[in-house]
């Protein structure tokens, strides 16, 4: 692009940067300013006289909430969900893509199958059903009502189905003669080959995992089995700072603001861990969002 | 001869589908096992919660279970359209995910522009840094962030105190209400939102800016008519997909922002359905409420799709 260098378009430059600066600023500052709270020491906090640089600079917020144990119980829930959930996710998207990314003359009633894929997409029974069919099924209170429910996410089959269409056909063919099966073409030619599309994926579910809380919300009833983010949604949007079982004559010479800073660091660190890995994939990612909307 | 021909092939013909069915599964048998899982998943848990909406037309109890209860007609329905309550829900879902929508396409498709506009790479690269981590944390934490940061005793209404005015109550104010929502939206998504923008100027053509340049257009004209025409197919996209959504305010941002004080601006469909259908228990009310969301959400979405091929040429597959 050739950008002559005259006053206009100098002018231009230094507005379009400083727009995007204060955007970017913008975004970032609600964070940095609970980071600094957390840090901070009770009548600092309390008073409200941080804004993004903590004053009165302590640990003991952070102290407080990690010698308790529900915290870590939380996360636990959190990590096993993740782990279990992100796998179970996985291995079912990859079972449902492949043989949903033949044709219908090589997979006989594809189309059939493939429709009931869509449908399920397209309309959902509502909260209320889904509520009460995980109810029936005897699953609140336990893992699997966190991982089970959401274990197919239909458009990652879609869009797995879509790359593995891409994988030239002859590939599969020449192995199908040499006697491999379905299950090798598809372990050792298009897993290896979908690497990439895997690894995106594979983020983007465990990222979905961590955030998720409506449904340990209403689906476990023990504050115990509370996954991180529910268990967040007691303290930070409830108040309920009993649940964090901080000694009680501690509780009086902390602030209540700066423990919610602390504890929305706390849960918010692993993702700020996995973030730069998700934006390598962030490429994968315009797909994703292309079809996402 | 014909006779004998015909008689021929009808006793022919199952012994040769019967060799070729074997032969065919003992192919391919290994991909019907593989749907086995994840039809298993969306039996129970898709389409047995679709068989559930029937409690919409029950009075549900739920030891009886789906089959058991009690059938009421549209007696549900009945008292939801006649409810002021349900008018005020169903309105407030569309404002809102209207203004959303259309605020979240109008700062995403600028952003892009400037982004596009700005050639140092490292500074574009930590504003991008910057403005698409909101989306990847959960509304718990932005709301957890955002109710202190609104709150009487917080830094914004300190800031509004410095300048001499008095302290707003932003999530406990029916004005306040919905321009939250709608900007902290924004704050989460529309940095995101502007990949699949920047992704399409990349695509625009150098040549015609080169051209347009040597024509005498500055860059605002460059802009506005080289890059705007060259994404526009992308906007239309997305704008065709975005009806699919109106009636999807967003349900885990508003249930962490709102509270009884907000209901009449800030209740959605989706609240509605929560605290009337979980946490009052009147479960065939808010399966009612769910299955007209649902029913009319996906007439909207075939809408969008069709709307999105004929203008677009997009499939989903």
């Known amino acids: 692009m050739i950008i002559e260098k005259n006053w206009a378009n100098r002018l231009f430059d230094v507005a379009n940067y400083l ?218 949007i409830d108040m309920n700072l009993q649940i964090l079982s901080v000694n009680h004559t501690d509780i009086y010479n902390l602030s209540d603001r700066a423990i919610r800073a602390a504890n929305i660091v706390v849960a918010t660190v692993p993702i700020l861990i996995v973030y730069p890995f998700l934006q390598r994939y962030f490429i994968h990612g315009i797909r994703l969002g292309a079809v996402k909307g | 001869m014909q006779i004998a021909e015909k008689s021929l092939r009808v006793t022919a013909r199952p012994v040769a589908r019967k060799t070729n069915w074997r032969t065919y599964f003992g192919r391919t048998w290994p991909l019907y096992a593989m749907l086995l899982l994840p039809m298993l998943q969306l039996a129970l848990f898709h389409y047995y919660p679709m068989y559930g909406v029937v409690i919409a037309f029950q009075n549900f109890n739920p030891g009886k279970g789906f089959t058991g209860s009690p059938w009421v007609g549209l007696e549900n329905f009945r008292y939801l359209f006649t409810n002021p309550d349900f008018t005020t829900v169903l309105s407030n879902s569309l404002i809102i995910a209207v203004a959303k929508l259309i605020s979240l396409q109008c700062i995403a498709i600028s952003l892009a522009l400037m982004l596009n506009e700005a050639r140092a790479a490292l500074f574009k690269r930590t504003i991008q840094t910057a403005i698409y981590l909101p989306h990847f944390l959960s509304w718990i934490v932005l709301g957890g962030i955002l109710v202190d940061l609104l709150s009487a005793t917080g830094l914004l209404n300190r800031g509004l105190g410095v300048l001499g005015m008095e302290p707003i109550l932003f999530l406990g104010n029916n004005l306040w209400f919905r321009p939250v929502v709608v900007i ?74 709102y509270n009884p ?51 677009a040429g997009y499939r989903v597959f």
Not at chain 1, 136 to 145: F, Q, R, V
Not at chain 1, 170 to 196: F, H, V
């Open chain 1, 19 to 236: 727009l995007l600066f204060l955007f970017g600023l913008l975004c970032l500052l609600p964070m940095l300013h609970m980071i600094a709270v957390s840090f901070s020491n009770r009548s600092a906090a309390m008073g409200g006289f941080v804004t993004l640089w903590p004053i009165g600079f302590t640990l003991r917020n952070y102290e407080e909430i990690l010698s308790a144990g529900p915290v870590y119980q939380a996360f636990f829930v959190s990590v096993q969900r993740t782990l279990f959930g992100t796998l179970i996710n996985m291995a079912l998207t990859v079972l449902a893509a492949y043989p949903l990314s033949k044709s219908a003359q090589e997979l006989k009633g594809r189309n059939w199958f493939m429709w009931i894929l869509m449908v399920a997409l397209l309309f959902n029974g509502g909260l209320i059903p889904w509520f009460l069919v995980i109810r029936n099924l005897g699953l609140l209170n336990s893992l699997w009502a966190l991982i089970l429910p959401g274990a197919l996410p239909i458009w990652n089959v879609i869009l797995l189905m879509n790359f593995f269409r891409e994988v030239p056909k002859e590939l599969e063919e020449a192995a199908i003669i040499d006697g491999a099966s379905y299950w090798n073409t598809l372990w050792y030619i298009y897993l290896p080959l979908s690497i990439p599309a895997l690894a995106t994926l594979t983020l983007f579910a465990a990222v979905g995992h961590w955030n998720a809380w409506f449904d340990g919300m209403i689906l476990i009833t023990r504050n115990s089995l509370y996954p991180i983010m529910t268990f967040l949604r007691t303290v930070v």
């Open chain 2, 184 to 257: 902290t939206n924004l704050w989460k998504e529309a940095g995101w939102a502007t990949i699949i923008y920047l992704a399409a100027l990349t695509a625009v053509d150098p040549a015609l800016h080169e051209a347009a340049a040597i024509d005498g257009a500055n860059r605002w004209q460059r802009i506005l008519h080289v890059n705007i025409p060259g994404i526009l197919s992308v906007i239309i996209l997305i704008a065709c997909l975005n009806l699919g959504s109106v009636l999807q305010a967003g349900f885990e941002q508003i249930l962490t922002l």
């Open chain 2, 261 to 311: 004080a907000v209901y009449s601006t800030g209740d959605i469909l989706d609240t509605y359905v929560y605290r009337a259908g979980l946490i009052a228990a009147r479960y065939s009310l808010g399966g009612a409420v769910g299955l007209f969301q649902s029913a009319i959400g996906f007439v909207l979405i075939l809408f969008a799709y069709r709307l999105a091929d004929k203008y």
